[in-house]
């Protein structure tokens, strides 16, 4: 018999064991690598080219604070930027959608957003009917396609944030941006129905170049610094981030529950290494009385130990990354993941902690085997 065949026959003396074993791993990892995923989606918003030159602003005090139209005058007179648009988040529900719209509709000057996305593929022709028609939107190509809609459809909204439902009719379908899946119409609309307040949400800026992004939001700052309505001028991802934080210390949260999987799951690969061991000292005993090397013995201990972690990990984390890159995860979050992407990082990182489990459950038994002389291995009981 060779050492390999030695090894596995080992660990399959107990079929139930290491079936149980093994599927532990498997679900630990998997959550593991999951969880991870879910992390990095909620914590790493889109930085393309294109977000790395917007700028958000918005009122110093709170996000629900709007902000005076009268603003424009002066933000234009800012050096560096290069667009700006008023820019306005509707909150409405979709026709059919009960508690929750999957994409968000954002009231803007068309004019004015047109530098501002400049990733956006859209047919010139319906640009054009989409700045001749102040009840007209265009929609993202996700959204679009979500719903079956098309060019000459109409949307209806029932609004959660201000007193006025509208309708809009699509007359263009964009794509190529990071997020296709917003509705963009015009402001001016917005106000006609709220009577002409006279405020925006916020205002959607564009730097003339990345170098002076960070120059610009100080100007910005500082233009409004003092006055009846001090603005927050932030990057597109910062202010990504920030809204994410609204719900709490994600990270730490995530964070805390993997350190609870990984402890449960070193607990349970360490008590069944345990136990398999227990069940072969005689075995072992005998090993050594006939010129086994105590280093032998401990690469037959971790060999079965990082075997079984192995198996586990590739159970676990392949499950995980096919599962996870095969779901249309937008559908089943209800548009809060665009992307639900296990990385090479990812798996990396399920396999390394795979590893490290199999080399901690070896070390017990291992520390045993070397404290237990032969006579006393001989004595135990099968």
Known sequence: MTLTGFIAKNALRNKRRLSLSVTSVAVSLFLLVVLQVALRELTNPINDEGSSLRIIVRNKVSLAQPLPARQLQV????PGIAAITPFTFYGGLYKGDE????????????ARTLPLITDAKVPREQLEAWLADRTSCIVGKMTADRYGLKIGDRMQFTSQLYPADLEFKIVGIYEGTADDRNVFFHHKYLDESLGNPGTVG???VRAASIEEAPLVTARINQAFANSSAEVRAES?????LGFVSMWGNIQTLIGGISVVVVFALLLVTVSTMSMAIRERFRELAILKAIGFRRRELFAFILAESFGLAMLGGVLGVGGAYLLCNSLDIQKLSNGLFLLFEVTPRMVGFGFSV????GVLAAAAPMMTVARTSVVEGLKTLD
């Open 354 to 357: 795979a590893a490290l489990l």
């Open 99 to 110: 508690k929750f719209t999957s994409f968000a509709q954002f009231a803007v000057d068309p």
């Open 75 to 78: 933000l234009e007179r800012i």
């Open 236 to 240: 597109e991802r910062a202010f990504v």
């Open 202 to 204: 916020t205002w959607w």
